[in-house]
């Protein structure tokens, strides 16, 4: 399939996939949207319930930039669990621009997100734990109540539906911990709904740049 690296409004990079007529991040701004729904809303929220570490699930590890955000801006060790099955390039890689956005000295870190190797929980420092999980969401499943958080950033329903069944977010309850929360620049209704009736409580938030509305959905 091909793809092609685009950059966006808040001038970082993403991958368009033309078949899909798909980005893996915002066109309005990669960073910007990565920041506000995962960061600020996902990772920083959570830091306020002062836990020792963090657990997150990112489905969609994509570009790795919500990976290096969290690395990056965490203030407590986190363990991060990635899931993606089809893995960006070398040369994908390479024409990606985030480190010269986030900062030189962060080049390091991008490089040991992707340089780790997949299926196995790797210490990249005291910090932060990576375990890249090669493989489709399908065939997977999260252990039960082990995460804090998750970051879900799969192609949205247009172009991927199959992401957004009520399968695959049951399997995004029952990974969760009781008290932890679900993030996604989402808010289409249909999924809110999907959401509640697994037992999420729903907390719709102001979206990044170019979206209305995010959401968020708690395990109570």
Not at 95 to 102: E, F, G, I, K
Not at 203 to 208: C, F, K, Q, S, Y
Request: hydrophobic share 35%; with cysteine; glycine share 8%.
């Amino acid at each position: 399939m091909k793809r092609e690296v685009i950059q966006t409004d808040d001038g970082s990079s993403t991958i368009y996939i033309p078949e899909m007529d798909e980005n893996y991040h915002s066109t309005h701004g990669a960073i910007q949207e990565a920041e506000h729904v995962f960061i600020q809303h996902g990772l920083k929220m959570m830091e306020e319930k002062e836990l020792d570490s963090i657990s997150i699930f990112e489905m969609g590890l994509g570009t790795g930039l919500n990976a290096l955000l969290t690395k990056i801006r965490t203030k407590v060790p986190v363990v991060y669990v990635g899931i993606e099955a089809y893995p960006v390039s070398v040369d994908e890689l390479k024409a990606l621009n985030y480190v010269s956005q986030v900062g030189e000295q962060y080049e390091s870190d991008f490089s040991a997100i992707h340089s780790a190797k997949w299926n196995e929980s790797i210490e990249l420092d005291s910090k932060f734990t990576i375990h890249k999980v090669h493989e489709k969401i399908e065939g997977y499943d999260l252990d039960e109540a082990s995460f804090d958080l998750i970051y879900f950033d799969a192609f949205g329903p247009r172009a991927q539906s199959a992401m957004w069944e009520i399968e695959i977010l049951q399997k995004m309850y029952d990974g969760l911990k009781v008290g932890g929360a679900l993030v996604t620049y989402c808010a289409r209704g249909q999924f809110k709904r999907d959401l509640k009736s697994l037992g999420f409580e729903i907390e719709p938030l102001p979206g990044p740049p170019g979206k209305r509305e995010m959401t968020r959905a708690w395990k109570v």
